[in-house]
């Protein structure tokens, strides 16, 4: 229905609003296109018009209609020709750029520019340039100079964004907006450590609570006046840390809803408001920032290697649940980067299944960065659509098939999105509290997090990753591998879970901290040990891995082992420790327990991939947790995502063969046409499967 009125609105568009401004004869009979009937899958670039002579524009743009591409992402470093001298504001160039695009059928994503202040600026206010860890200034030459915590910086960057949005919050080929560009460098000087210091005082009240809360007695480092109270980042007060990237996090919101609010103020409500995060990057709290969002959108760059499809999709599933809906991914590398160890490129083919990898964990729209590389910058050597000389790039024509098929597929996706049977629990506060004490070096809370993700994505075939404060009443099994700092209302909230009927599995150092990044009182897992009538008794660092055997099978705990103990009678041991430190041999491993129609777990061992295989096996079986699909062969990715009336299974194979898979019942074939019982999948092959819904 929406796909016909889309074709009847664009034929309208095409009689009423034709556009004749100077602008190249091929062009002049062309319509614009229409507001608010954007593709629903959109295949984008990043476009940088500041860096052509305007002659040029009209080829690229022409090159892109070619390749189906429906977005631009522009502005987000050209600032210094928005406004070349304070208070002096030249936008007719980007007016004429986001017209020209939309004459090819392109729809505008404008980014402020405050990631990249211009000379003038730096020069006039030397007070708004970041100060390194080192106690350094930054410097004018390359970018993220900027102090985010600085008065006068955010006075400037707010000024930008208003007269970017006076100019383009009613243009009706702006479909939305990206604020600054991956927010990462903080800054360390003295007016942001008064910031800071206000800021305890707000959380913490008294200096009496503070100290208490942080144990400051220990080393004598209480404080008898706020402004005693230094910046840490690594090797500080576990109080001081945790408060610290509390601060970074309030603070980049703050940064950020500066620009949100002028733009919301002079932007018509249908232009959303995203920032391109960097996935697994922990610089801040990202649920944090995301609060002030409409969309959630990352930038997915795989480096050096080839795509690691569980690292790459937990992160797509993360980026998801920040906002708990669909996400685009912003940029993505149009074959190879720049700045990895060795700058490889994507295989022919894998492009294209990437691109249909994020569509199938919930993104929207995949935009390549970039279209052509400047003739000189830093970024020479990047992966682009277009050489030096202005033609395709052999990658050209795969993302061309895949523009082709996002259009086809488009009407099929629109409204659809994942929801697994299953959720993991991610916590940014769980994640540094861990990296600050690894207590074993090779201890890596993503890695810990992606142990478990594997082998459930591959029997659940869709994993949710949410904040442990999400809803959690829809899911059949919750997953909190190192959930070490754990609030009261987190614990609650799990609780409650439990006690509803949900079975809840907590992996190793959960439970083990406070708010402050203190020790709890009770041993692990704090407040859920009476619920699972059970605690970790001790830890223990390992330096080879210790066997295990029990429910899962024979195997070993790597890194990490916790002796359990089930105190409560109906709390079971499923694996128990084998002969390694004398503490260990015999003991528990992992123990659970039946809480009315719940359960709650707890794995006190880094399982080997195989055992975990195994203990995935039990925890989806116990808790009812189907396979979203059904059967596929190894290295085949199958991804749901659900609509109203009908679900869309796309799959991708990335075995390194010819693949087959039979579908559980016939399904519509949406890029080859017709009914189908089977598909045939080669090396990076694809295939979009509509089917009503059950
Ligand atoms: C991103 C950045 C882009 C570009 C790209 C290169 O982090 O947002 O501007 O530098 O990396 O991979």
């Not at 880094?606 to 975990?612: A, F, G, K, P, V």
Request: aromatic residues 10%; glycine residues 8%; charged residues 20%.
């Amino acid at each position: 229905m929406r796909a016909v009125s889309r074709k009847l609105l664009h034929a309208a568009a095409a009689i009423a609003c034709m556009y004749f401004v100077a602008t190249p004869a091929s062009l002049l009979a062309k319509p614009a296109i229409v507001p608010d009937q954007a593709p629903p899958i959109l295949l984008g670039t990043a476009w940088y018009p500041e860096q052509w002579p305007e002659s040029r524009w009209d080829a690229d743009l022409e090159l892109m209609e070619k390749a189906h591409i429906h977005m631009v992402r522009v502005g987000e470093f050209a600032w210094s020709r928005m406004e070349p001298e304070e208070g002096q504001y030249d936008f007719g160039w980007l007016h004429r750029a986001i017209d020209d695009a939309a004459r090819h059928g392109i729809y505008t994503v404008l980014g402020t520019p405050t990631a990249a202040p211009p000379a003038w600026l730096t020069q006039k206010y030397p007070e708004t340039l970041r100060t390194m860890e080192d106690g350094r200034k930054d410097q004018h030459g390359n970018r993220q100079q900027f102090n985010w915590a600085n008065p006068k910086y955010r006075e400037l960057a707010r000024d930008i964004a208003e007269h970017m949005a006076r100019e383009f919050g009613h243009d009706p080929h702006v479909i939305g907006w990206q604020i600054d560009n991956e927010y990462r460098a903080v800054s360390y000087d003295a007016n942001t450590q008064k910031q800071f210091q206000d800021w305890l005082k707000t959380r913490y009240g008294t200096l009496d609570n503070l100290n208490a809360r942080w144990t400051t007695a220990y080393w004598s480092q209480t404080y008898t006046n706020w402004n005693q109270i230094p910046i840490e980042t690594s090797f500080g007060n576990p109080g001081l840390l945790l408060s610290w990237m509390h601060f970074v996090s309030d603070t980049w919101r703050s940064y950020q809803k500066n620009q949100l609010e002028v733009i919301r103020g002079n932007a018509e409500p249908r232009q959303f408001i995203t920032t391109n995060m960097m996935g697994w990057f922990d610089g801040y709290d990202h649920y944090v920032v995301s609060q002030d969002l409409d969309m959630a959108s990352w930038d997915d760059y795989v480096g050096e290697g080839q795509l690691d499809r569980y690292k790459n999709g937990a992160a797509d599933d993360l980026t998801r649940g920040f906002k708990r809906k669909n996400f685009w991914v912003m940029e993505t590398q149009p074959g190879s980067v720049n700045w990895a160890a060795v700058n490889n490129s994507l295989d022919k083919g894998e492009v294209r299944a990437m691109a249909w990898h994020n569509i199938g964990h919930g993104a929207d729209t995949i935009s390549y960065w970039q279209w052509r590389s400047a003739l000189n910058g830093q970024e020479e050597y990047h992966g682009t659509l277009l050489g030096a000389d202005g033609t395709p790039v052999p990658l050209y024509p795969e993302v061309q098939q895949i523009g082709a098929e996002f259009a086809k597929a488009g009407p099929v996706l629109e409204g659809t999105s994942p929801k697994s049977q299953v959720a993991i629990l991610h916590s940014y506060d769980s994640r540094w509290a861990i990296n600050w004490q690894r207590h074993n070096k090779n201890y890596d809370p993503v890695a810990e997090i992606l142990s478990y993700y594997k082998p459930l994505r591959d029997i659940a075939q869709s994993v949710d990753i949410v904040n442990p404060m999400a809803p959690l009443d829809g899911y059949k099994l919750v997953v909190a591998p190192g959930l070490n700092v754990l609030s009261d209302a987190e614990a609650k909230n799990l609780i409650e879970y439990v006690k509803q009927g949900g079975n809840l599995v907590l992996g190793q150092r959960s439970g083990m901290k406070n708010i402050d990044n203190g020790l709890q009182t009770e041993r692990q897992p704090g407040p859920l040990v009476p619920l699972l009538g059970g605690r970790v008794e001790q830890y223990y660092a390992l330096i080879s891995p210790v066997p295990v055997s029990g429910a899962w099978g024979t195997g070993t705990s790597q890194l990490w082992a916790e002796l359990l103990s089930a105190k409560s009678p109906d709390t079971r041991v499923l694996m128990r420790y084998g002969k390694s430190n004398g503490w260990l041999d015999g003991q528990p491993a992992a123990i659970t327990r039946k809480v009315g129609k719940g359960s709650i777990t707890y794995i006190g061992a880094w399982l080997d991939e195989s055992t975990m295989e195994n203990a995935a096996k039990w925890m989806t079986a116990m808790s009812g947790v189907k396979p979203a699909f059904g059967p596929v062969p190894a290295g085949v990715d199958v991804y749901p995502r659900y609509g109203k009336d009908h679900t869309v299974y796309i799959l991708v194979n990335f075995a390194g063969t010819e693949e087959h898979v039979t579908l559980p019942s016939a399904m519509t074939d949406v890029l080859q046409g017709g009914t189908v019982p089977s598909v045939a999948l080669p090396q990076y092959g694809v295939a979009v499967l509509s089917t009503p819904a059950k």
